[in-house]
């Protein structure tokens, strides 16, 4: 324990960084729904040297980042209800459609938000059971189930520091065994068959210091990297 | 006779719909919303009414004016807690509503069913989760499905960018979202249009909703902001 003593040895990234290091992580070619939370603020931060396709929900694919200040166009918004800005070859459609590509498996990567993961991929992201908090699916099963892959965006741990990636959710489940990679405000972690591997850390932050936040064991990649990404 | 679904106000556009109907409202967010003929439906004093949409409404207009009311006995959505979802949120924390809360895919293939006079459709989505809690599962080539029923309602309300006089459509960029598939799940189905365009006006090759889908037109070109 007297890892996670020694306060301030390390930052936690920014939303807007950890959406960074997801965004560079993207293959070239591929195309992406970005859902509810950190994983929209993706589209303000992809690497300007590849062509990845961004899917949103509501019936767009194609879409860019955030308008200038006053350009919004409330009839252009992504998943968490922000404005976007179209792209060339971008096309609009029903919302049927929108969940035909997600459901039949037509795009490669779905970046999801988490209340809890587990350590066997297991996505809990809908409801806490709270009356006061009414429960919100939206896409999300649709998008657990049907793309090709899933990755995690969220903070590491709750606002009361307990983790979120957990021996076993206790959140009712989105899908079981669906997630293949988290990012999070600390590390880069693959899911394998094996266990939990982190691939990157931020820098100062030890395996021991991140394990003490992590409720399954981590075991850290032979060549872990530092998980960093330009400030603001 | 010439076919004219074009009707002159929202009271005429609203006319006929009752108490305890089953509504489908067009709209993702802010974007697509039918505000105009939802405060037809509230000025209609109508009142256990079952509402079929994506979200619960936001701020004090439109669907969240409805959510308040106290006219909605249950809504089938798949999102509706959002920032500003007050009224929504107070009726459901004091179980004054009930809510049906079906997957985004699901809730829109549902309705699709319904339009098409298919029986209903096996879906991976959700498997193994409460939201499939009493439901048949199916295994097909080694994966396991739920089976959906369709998803029809009396009404559907919906907005659109430009019509003509038969009641063809076209919408407006993500304001599109999931009003071609209501207007073609409910047996009466109104529209909101902002422009009124003649007979052939519209590219054949880019109508999205084909007129036989569209019962009642209204013109409404106010530049209102709605406090959704």
Redesign the interface.
Same mark, same amino acid.
Do not use: C
């Given at each position: 324990m007297s890892a996670t003593m020694t306060a301030d040895a390390f930052t936690r990234l920014s939303r807007r960084q950890l959406a960074w290091c997801a965004a560079q992580a993207i293959p070239d070619g591929s195309y992406v729904n970005l859902g509810i939370g950190v994983p929209t603020l993706c589209a303000n931060v992809m690497p300007a040297d590849r062509e990845i396709v961004l899917h949103?929900?509501? !019936?767009?694919l194609g879409f860019g980042p955030a308008p200038a200040a006053g350009e919004e166009?409330?009839?252009?918004?992504n998943a968490s209800?922000e404005f976007i800005t179209?792209k060339p070859g971008g096309a609009?459609?029903?919302?049927?459609d929108?969940?035909v590509m997600?459901?039949g498996g037509h795009l490669d990567l779905a970046l999801l938000g988490a209340f809890e993961v587990s350590g066997q991929g297991d996505l809990a992201n809908w409801?806490t059971g709270d009356?006061?908090?009414?429960?919100?699916?939206? !896409?999300?099963?649709?998008l657990a189930? !049907?793309a090709k892959a899933v990755w995690v965006l969220t903070e590491h741990t709750t606002k009361k520091g307990e983790p979120k990636i957990v021996d076993t959710c206790k959140y009712?489940?989105?899908?079981?065994k669906v997630v293949r990679k988290i990012f999070t405000d600390l590390a880069e972690i693959d899911v394998t068959p094996s266990g939990l591997v982190v691939r990157a850390m931020v820098e100062g932050l030890t395996l021991p210091a991140l394990q003490a936040l992590t409720e399954p064991k981590l075991t850290l990649a032979d060549d872990c990297r530092v998980l960093s990404a330009p400030a603001a | 006779m010439a076919i004219d679904k074009i009707v002159p106000g929202v009271a005429e556009a609203v006319a006929g719909i009752e108490s305890g109907m089953t509504i489908m409202i067009s709209g993702?967010?802010?974007?697509?919303v039918p505000n105009d003929l939802i405060h037809g439906v509230l000025d209609l004093g109508v009142t256990d009414l079952t509402v079929i949409s994506?979200n619960?409404g936001t701020g004090t207009e439109g669907l969240a004016a409805l959510m308040g009311s106290g006219r909605v006995r249950r809504i089938i959505c798949?999102?509706?807690?959002?920032k500003g979802?007050d009224n929504?949120?107070a009726r459901?924390?004091a179980g004054e509503i009930e809510?049906e809360? #079906?997957?985004?895919?699901?809730l829109?293939?549902r309705?699709?069913a319904a339009a098409a006079g298919v029986g209903g459709f096996y879906?991976?989505?959700? #498997?193994?989760?409460?939201?499939a809690a009493g439901k048949e599962v199916r295994t097909i080539d080694g994966r396991d499905y739920v089976l959906e029923l369709p998803l029809r309602a009396d009404v559907a309300l919906v907005q659109a960018q430009k019509a003509d006089r038969w009641g063809n459509l076209v919408?407006?960029?993500?304001?599109?979202?999931?009003?071609?598939?209501m207007a073609m799940a409910a047996d009466l189905t109104i529209v909101q249009a902002k422009e009124i365009v003649p007979l052939g006006g519209l590219d054949p090759e880019a109508i #999205?909703t084909p007129s036989v889908f569209v019962d009642r037109v209204v013109h409404i070109d106010n530049d209102r902001e709605w406090d959704i």
């Open positions: 949103s929900e509501n !019936g767009v166009d409330r009839d252009l918004i209800k179209m609009y459609f029903v919302h049927t929108a969940f997600i459901r409801t009356r006061r908090f009414p429960p919100g699916v939206g !896409g999300a099963m649709d189930v !049907g009712p489940l989105t899908a079981p | 993702f967010g802010f974007a697509g994506n619960a798949s999102y509706p807690r959002s979802s929504f949120d459901y924390a809510l809360l #079906v997957p985004q895919g699901t829109s293939e309705m699709r879906s991976p989505t959700s #498997v193994g989760t409460d939201l919408y407006s960029k993500a304001a599109r979202n999931f009003g071609p598939v #999205v």
